[in-house]
């Protein structure tokens, strides 16, 4: 199998971020679209990406592309796909169609078509397939790690066939035993420690820490951990699946990571959301990497065994889901930085053009992302 040829889905705003990220990951032909990153890559690659990526959601193989006018076309071009590398016997399989602006607009209709050509090619009597009306089975089924997903795009009579190689998102690292309230996803506090290019040699904050999330992702940046060592993939299931080259890949994943003597202090009002922060950090391994206090925000001040300048990362509450006055505990937050940290850097979180003005601080640098379905300003201060 030569060269693959990719697209990673990542949250929107962190495009350029994650095709960076890829280039440094040895992607060639890395182009950043709206929502994703399109690129090649070998088998190697794909395993690499997929174990160690921090931003991008997951990854997608992009199996043929051709135009369709009817549902009989759809299918007999669908059938021409080598599905036998990628459908083994123990998977179950889910189709997901989406259509824009093209004769073919019944989704349903659309992943029957494609459903029925992988079964045809395969020769099997019957294809396990888990439906969109069986979301349950669907979550249970990726949780083992044995539903292989296929993608169909239908966009002007031009169709695209993608397999997921991801499985579970990415972002679900797998420590996150209890989420807080409103928490920020991992590839997003990822890509925010990377666009402050924080180093591990620079204290980290992390006040209003919620679940852990920035401290967590910093931590596992620090001890040069890959995200992905305990993820579930589908493509071990993959009838051309390279047992030895994937083993070689998580084997060297595991030789770059080291322990590291970084300060990374989490804080936060809520003791019980601390508490369960605290047990988010052990499982993810670095319970005792990460300092964790339970404190005000507006008590921050920089600790007394910390001389040199650091940064400060934070998600503050919105005022929707955590319930707050939301307008005061920024302004709180600006005037905290501007009278408490002279040389220190900040990376925060604001939903809106008020809390922007209520923080009042400079911004020296900004992005957008979307987070929990609404754009989210991300600020370097
Ligand atoms: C949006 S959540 C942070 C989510 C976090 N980034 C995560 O990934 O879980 C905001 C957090 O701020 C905390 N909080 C609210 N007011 C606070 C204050 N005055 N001081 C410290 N923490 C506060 C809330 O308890 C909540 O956990």
């Excluded at 990406?49 to 592309?65: G, Y």
């Excluded at 099997?124 to 169909?152: C, F, H, P, Y």
């Excluded at 900040?346 to 609404?374: S, W």
Aim: charged share 25%; aromatic share 6%; glycine share 6%.
């Amino acid at each position: 199998m030569g060269n693959l040829s990719c697209y990673a889905v990542v949250v929107p705003g962190l495009e350029t971020m994650a095709g960076d990220e890829l280039n440094e990951l040895a992607a060639h032909n890395v182009q950043v679209e709206e929502g994703g990153v399109s690129f090649t890559t070998t088998m190697d690659g794909l395993f690499r990406i997929n174990l160690r990526s921090r931003i991008v959601t997951r990854v997608l193989i992009r199996l043929a592309s051709f135009r369709a006018m009817s549902f009989p076309e759809l299918y007999n071009k669908s059938r021409k796909v080598a599905w036998e590398h990628y459908i083994g016997s123990q998977v179950s399989v889910s189709v997901r169609a989406s259509c824009k602006t093209s004769k073919l607009m019944h989704s349903g209709r659309a992943e029957q078509a494609v459903s029925d050509a992988v079964r045809d090619r395969l020769e099997i009597a019957s294809l396990k397939t888990v439906s969109r009306k069986d979301e349950a089975g669907a979550i249970e089924a990726n949780n083992m790690g044995n539903e292989q997903q296929i993608l169909l795009r239908i966009e002007n009579n031009q169709c695209t066939i993608s397999l997921d190689t991801s499985g579970e998102r990415l972002d679900r690292r797998g420590y996150r035993l209890h989420s807080g309230k409103a928490p920020v996803r991992e590839t997003i506090a990822a890509a925010m420690l990377r666009w402050m290019d924080w180093s591990v040699d620079e204290p980290l904050l992390t006040p209003m820490c919620g679940s852990g999330t920035f401290a967590i992702e910093a931590a596992w940046i620090a001890e040069k951990r890959a995200p992905g060592l305990n993820h579930r993939f589908p493509f071990i299931h993959w009838p051309v699946f390279k047992q030895k080259r994937w083993h070689r890949a998580v084997e060297k994943a595991r030789a770059m990571q080291s322990s590291s003597s970084v300060c990374i202090i989490a804080s936060e009002l809520d003791a019980g959301i601390l508490k369960q922060a605290r047990e988010n950090a052990a499982l993810a391994g670095v319970g005792d990497v990460i300092s964790f206090e339970k404190l005000d925000v507006c008590r921050l001040t920089v600790p007394e065994n910390i001389s040199d300048p650091g940064l400060i990362v934070c998600n503050p509450p919105y005022g929707d889901r955590v319930k707050v006055d939301v307008k005061s505990l920024y302004k709180s937050l600006g005037e905290v930085f501007s009278q408490q940290f002279s040389g220190w850097r900040m990376a925060v979180m604001v939903p809106d053009q008020i809390c922007e003005n209520a923080l009042g601080l400079k911004v020296k640098k900004r992005f957008k992302i979307k987070h929990g379905g609404r754009w989210v300003h991300v600020l370097s201060v």
